[in-house]
T-cell receptor
């Protein structure tokens, strides 16, 4: 089945220690998104890629970076995690040309900061 | 800008009760509308969608009708089950700079009691 896969499901890191979350997709969608979701809140868009074009949200902290080496993979790098960055991180994909199609989400990575 | 407003939860119902979760939106143009469901510890899953006025989306006993005149997309189910307990998100797609971004409501937690 075509899908969006996030690894790992659970990640624990230390305060200030860089961490990378990964996302892969078999849908061949040209848009990939990263969201941050805190408890009982809506997902908050951090940035998205349209093919190789990176689009950052205005309020995304500089601490968050992303890489997309190819169509299938996208990474979220948190350079110096703070306690406030503990959250669920969701990756999603969509087809850029079809706004009437839904996003496809992975199961998320839950990040804990010690 | 475009936005989505959902009724606040939590909503607590007995099994087999009728469910309504209200969703209204503000948008220029004609967005597509979606309902997503999120079970504990998982990503968002598409529940149903509607792409134009008067469309009815339906899936697993859930229904929602795209009402342009009232800018609403209320979610309904005639008889809920314990397994429907989850958080429900209303969303719309918004095209900007060539790609579609998805705007989510704040989510409504549903708890169904046996």
């Amino acid at each position: 089945d075509a899908m969006v896969i996030q690894n790992p499901r659970y990640q624990v890191t230390q305060f200030g220690k860089p961490v990378t979350l990964s996302c892969s997709q078999t849908l061949n969608h040209n848009v990939m998104y990263w969201y941050q979701q805190k408890s009982s809140q809506a997902p908050k868009l951090l940035f998205h890629y349209y093919d190789k074009d990176f689009n950052n949200e205005a309020d995304t902290p500089d601490n968050f970076q992303s890489r997309r080496p190819n169509t299938s993979f996208c990474f979220l790098d948190i350079r110096s995690p703070g306690l406030g960055d503990a959250a669920m991180y969701l990756c999603a994909t969509s087809s850029a040309s079809m706004g009437n199609q839904p996003q496809h989400f992975g199961d998320g990575t839950r990040l804990s900061i010690l | 800008g475009n936005s989505v407003t959902q009724m606040e939860g939590p909503v607590t119902l007995s099994e087999e009760a009728f469910l309504t979760i209200n969703c209204t939106y503000t948008a220029t143009g004609y967005p597509s509308l979606f309902w997503y469901v999120q079970y504990p510890g998982e990503g968002l899953q598409l529940l149903l969608k509607a792409t134009k006025a008067d469309d009815k989306g339906s899936n697993k006993g859930f229904e929602a009708t795209y009402r342009k005149e009232t800018t609403s997309f209320h979610l309904e189910k005639g008889s809920v089950q314990v397994s429907d307990s989850a958080v429900y998100f209303c969303a719309l797609s918004d095209k900007t700079s060539g790609t579609y971004k998805y705007i989510f409501g704040t989510g409504t937690r549903l708890k169904v009691l046996a």
